[in-house]
Antibody
Framework: EVQLVESGGGVVQPGGSLRLSCAASGFTFDDYAMHWVRQAPGKGLEWVSLISGDGGSTYYADSVKGRFTISRDNSKNSLYLQMNSLRTEDTALYYCAKDSLRYSSGWYPYWGQGTLVTVSS | DIQMTQSPSSLSASVGDRVTITCQAS??????LNWYQQKPGKAPKLLIY???NLETGVPSRFSGSGSGTDFTFTISSLQPEDIATYYCQQYDNLPPVFGPGTKVDIK
């Protein structure tokens, strides 16, 4: 059974940093690209970042480019999102999602339950 | 970036009704279009991929069609458990943009 479990969310002041983690199980982790998708309170889904299965390619939404860094440790079946220079508009529930493809973005058959990030002074 | 629009933004229908949601892309995305269902307090769930392919385990009352810029998502007979927000998502180009969502309620 595929499982994705996010952690690392919390309350942080504007300008602060946070590192999210996503522990994956039930599939061959390095065979698939992985994503972070966020959802601000009461709002829709916003794609944040993608990393290829081998970790060699990464992509970011313009809204987080230069501030967030996606990475993965295939030996630990784990996905990460380092978030720096956080802004109030980064407040959201952050989901990790497994792609259907290895090197690009297809469809996301599996999602975690999300971890909440609140940026507030 | 490709822009995605959905209509309507919300709808109310009776149990058993046929429900249709449309999604439009700002440019040709071939059939690279997915549909997700999100129930309150839950993670999104993949229903349809490649515009018309039903994900394994998803009830057959859900269907999708279209190609190019115009797509349709249909629930053939609305059930109480279908109360949710539905999102389209293109993946022809990065970034993989989601539509704004359509909230479906029971009348």
């Amino acid at each position: 059974e595929v499982q994705l479990v996010e952690s690392g969310g919390g309350v942080v002041q504007p300008g602060g940093s946070l590192r999210l983690s996503c522990a994956a199980s039930g599939f061959t982790f390095d065979d698939y690209a992985m994503h972070w998708v966020r959802q601000a309170p009461g709002k829709g889904l916003e794609w944040v970042s993608l990393i290829s299965g081998d970790g060699g390619s990464t992509y970011y939404a313009d809204s987080v480019k230069g501030r967030f860094t996606i990475s993965r440790d295939n030996s630990k079946n784990s996905l990460y999102l380092q978030m720096n220079s956080l802004r109030t508009e980064d407040t959201a529930l952050y989901y990790c999602a497994k792609d259907s493809l290895r090197y690009s973005s297809g469809w996301y058959p599996y999602w975690g339950q999300g971890t909440l990030v609140t940026v507030s002074s | 970036d490709i822009q995605m629009t959905q209509s309507p933004s919300s709808l109310s229908a009776s149990v058993g009704d046929r429900v249709t949601i449309t999604c439009q892309a700002s440019q040709d995305i071939s059939n690279y279009l997915n549909w997700y269902q999100q129930k309150p307090g839950k993670a999104p769930k993949l229903l349809i991929y490649d515009a018309s392919n039903l994900e394994t385990g998803v009830p057959s009352r859900f269907s999708g069609s279209g190609s190019g810029t115009d797509f349709t998502f249909t629930i053939s007979s609305l059930q109480p458990e279908d109360i949710a927000t539905y999102y389209c998502q293109q993946y022809d180009n990065l970034p993989p943009v989601f539509g704004p969502g359509t909230k479906v309620d029971i009348k």
